[in-house]
């Protein structure tokens, strides 16, 4: 328990440096950034406390947010995910999640692929209308939010798949 | 009584997803106006430090550049100096430093943003060194913004590509005044818009401050006019200006403090009562 606790502060600190520190410098093509953050809350153990989760969820927004100067805006679509996990989970993973014996690694790549897909679009979406805050660019924001949705899974995907153990 | 605690302890996942998502909405709304957003600002100790021993190891890549730019400010005041004779206003780039009431101080730009739609860049000078809200900032080839909030040893500008930013400009060889704006469509590109459609408008124009506020001097190269079209109500332009900086690869920049912006405020004061 206590080896998973320092992990996990491990995880959070790490991800929120490189997030700051190196993605949030790409701007590919001007504007296509990865928000890989959210790895830490597409990943977080599923048995554990959610009061905990979301707030830890803020946290990490938050954090983002401090570097990026941008009010709320990171916290704001962290909290949301965090808070409409379970539903998607069961609708990705079906009765596995049902049995709270999920590990993610040893999910179906499909099944994987879709739990990712979902919980990103939706959180760049929030994060791109509250930052544009105009719906009359809807355009813009749903732009930036495919293009950075495409770039944030592609990462997420190879990620956990570069840093998982091997299934023995 | 015990039904309300019920109710809060069976609720308390959604109850703290609530208050902490109606916080963040309103941060984010805060940080939307302009002057508001203090308490979430990468000027702080732990942000500003981080990116302060980050910016010193990428200063190192970036050296050629800056040498570049120096040798070619250089190259251009020695130019002016034995050009001296034919100096007129009109050649010299930042001439309000030959005004007493105009200051300059430099800093490093730590953190440069240009993809979001409010962009911000943080530098490394602070109310210690004297900087204060409202200073122009520069660099030695066009303006980059205005400080909106200080810490120690750190401040905050609000970029000329944030949403936010609306700054007096004046096209070079008329008075005609506008505000410049961005259309956070591309970070190479600012708008000027209101500017009277009697104004001699022509392709390649230069663009610099208007000196109506107190904030930059007159004559501050910004860009030139890359299109032009009338507005909507067909009485006034709206320039697409080619910015003269590079907003994506700043590194050392100039804070312009004004001795007189007191003295002009107090005027202004009263006026607006």
């Known amino acids: ?168 | 009584m015990q039904q309300i605690i019920n109710f809060v302890i069976r609720n308390k996942t959604f109850l703290l997803f609530l208050l902490l998502f109606v916080l963040s909405l309103a941060l984010t709304i805060q940080s939307h106006s302009y002057h508001k957003s203090k308490f979430i600002s990468s000027t702080n100790f732990l942000t500003g430090g981080i990116y302060n021993k980050a910016n010193s190891i990428k200063a190192y890549f970036n050296l050629k550049k800056e040498n570049e730019i120096l040798v070619e400010e250089n190259s251009r005041l020695k130019s002016l100096l034995y050009n001296y004779k034919i100096l007129d206003e009109n050649l010299t780039l930042i001439d309000s430093s030959f005004h007493e009431n105009f200051k300059f101080k430099t800093a490093t730009v730590i953190k440069n943003s240009y993809s979001h739609t409010k962009n911000y860049l943080t530098i490394d000078k602070g109310s210690n060194e004297g900087i204060k809200q409202d200073l122009g900032v520069i660099t030695s080839k066009g303006i980059v913004g205005i400080i909106d909030n200080t810490t120690k040893n750190y401040s905050r500008v609000i970029s000329i590509l944030n949403t936010k930013s609306r700054i007096n400009a004046q096209l070079k060889n008329s008075n005609h005044i506008g505000s410049l704006i961005w259309n956070t469509k591309s970070p190479e590109y600012v708008q000027l818009i209101d500017i009277s459609k009697f104004a001699p408008v022509k392709v390649g124009d230069t663009i610099i401050t208007g000196g109506q506020s107190s904030i930059f001097p007159k004559g501050i190269p910004i860009g030139t006019i890359a299109t032009f079209a009338i507005d909507v109500n067909g009485d006034m332009y709206t320039l697409n200006i080619k910015l003269f900086n590079d907003m994506t690869n700043i590194g050392h920049v100039f804070i312009i403090t004004n001795s007189d912006t007191d003295e002009i405020k107090s005027l202004e004061v009263p006026l607006d009562e």
Not at chain 1, 52 to 58: G, R
Not at chain 1, 111 to 125: D, M
């Open chain 1, 1 to 168: 328990m206590n080896n998973a606790v320092i992990n996990m502060t491990f995880r959070f600190i790490v991800l929120v440096l490189v997030q700051v520190l190196i993605l949030n410098n790409i701007n590919f093509l001007g504007y296509i950034n990865p928000y890989i953050y959210i790895l830490f809350i597409i990943l977080y153990p599923v048995k554990n406390s959610r009061t905990l989760f979301v707030f830890l969820s803020f946290l990490i927004g938050l954090s983002v947010d401090l570097f990026t100067d941008s009010g709320g805006v990171h916290a704001a679509a962290s909290v949301f995910i965090a808070y409409i996990r379970p539903p998607i989970l069961k609708f990705s993973f079906g009765t596995i999640y049902e049995n709270q014996t999920i590990k993610f690694a040893q999910t179906e790549p499909g099944k994987r692929l879709i739990y990712f897909s979902i919980l990103t679009v939706i959180h760049h979406f929030i994060i791109f209308s509250l930052e544009v805050f105009n719906m009359s660019d809807i355009i813009l924001i749903l732009q930036k939010t495919l293009f950075s949705s495409i770039f944030t899974i592609l990462l997420c995907l190879l990620i956990t798949v570069l840093f998982s153990k091997k299934p023995r």
